[in-house]
């Protein structure tokens, strides 16, 4: 299995551009996970989806912020428009169960905003 | 205060020598403890987990949960130059009636040892 696939892994861009980033479960995982991990606040948890469908958005920090998985295989979040506030490495984790033990990483994605 | 508080170190230890992570948290609705290690620019991976107070051992790893004190470690022992990374504890409680289960990191501690 090739596991959790995100892309790109480094992205710059300026202030008030749109950000795309993209994530490819672990087949048959019917959970995803999106973190935000930065020095100051470590790892966090911006939202989760279960078969698809948002479960809990309560850490996804603001408006500019959205996330979608449109089937069990994709799931994007975008920002727009960005901020170098949201300077951090995103990841995203998928799992077969809601077990928070059982969840894995992807490689995560390098953000960078000027 | 944060849910769970986490020396980021840096701590330096030669090879060989017995190592010790440690978190605190204040919620007491946490029900499991884990502990992961994410190596430089790589996503976490879940090196152990334990429900209930006491110890788990896993191979060179053991994990402690003192539910009374509030209070887990990551115990390394014989650390080798590979275990040089970056160990984050983290907690999760249930946040829904179907059992979903919500984590909450610490912020981590950088560990290198020392050839």
């Known amino acids: 299995d090739a596991g959790v696939i995100q892309s790109p892994r480094h992205e710059v861009t300026e202030m008030g551009q749109e950000v795309t980033l993209r994530c490819k479960p672990i087949s048959g995982h019917d959970y995803l996970f999106w973190y935000r991990q930065t020095m100051m606040r470590g790892l966090e948890l911006l939202i989760y989806?279960?078969?698809?469908?948002?479960?809990?958005d309560s850490g996804m920090p603001e408006d500019r912020f959205s996330a979608k998985m449109p089937n069990a295989s994709f799931s994007t979040l975008k920002i727009q428009p960005s901020e170098p506030r949201d300077s951090a490495v995103y990841f995203c984790?998928?799992?077969?169960?809601?077990?928070?033990?059982?969840?894995?990483f992807g490689p995560g994605t390098r953000l960078t905003v000027l | 205060q944060k849910e769970v508080e986490q020396d980021p170190g840096p701590l330096s230890v030669p090879e060989g020598a017995i190592v010790s992570l440690n978190c605190t948290y204040s919620?007491?609705?946490?029900?499991?403890f884990m502990w992961y290690r994410q190596y430089s620019r790589k996503g976490p991976e879940l090196l152990m987990y334990?429900?209930?107070?006491g110890n788990k051992e896993d191979g060179r790893f053991t994990a402690q949960v003192d539910k009374s004190s509030k209070y887990i470690s990551l115990f390394i022992r014989d650390s080798q130059p590979s275990d040089s990374a970056t160990y984050l504890c983290?907690?999760?409680?249930?946040?829904?009636?179907?059992?979903?289960?919500?984590?909450?990191f610490g912020t981590g501690t950088r560990l290198t040892i020392i050839p």
């Open positions: 989806f279960n078969n698809n469908v948002p479960i809990d």
């Open positions: 983290a907690m999760s409680t249930i946040i829904s009636n179907f059992g979903n289960e919500k984590l909450t």
């Open positions: 984790a998928s799992s077969r169960t809601s077990g928070a033990h059982e969840q894995f």
């Open positions: 334990t429900y209930s107070s």
């Open positions: 919620n007491s609705a946490f029900q499991y």
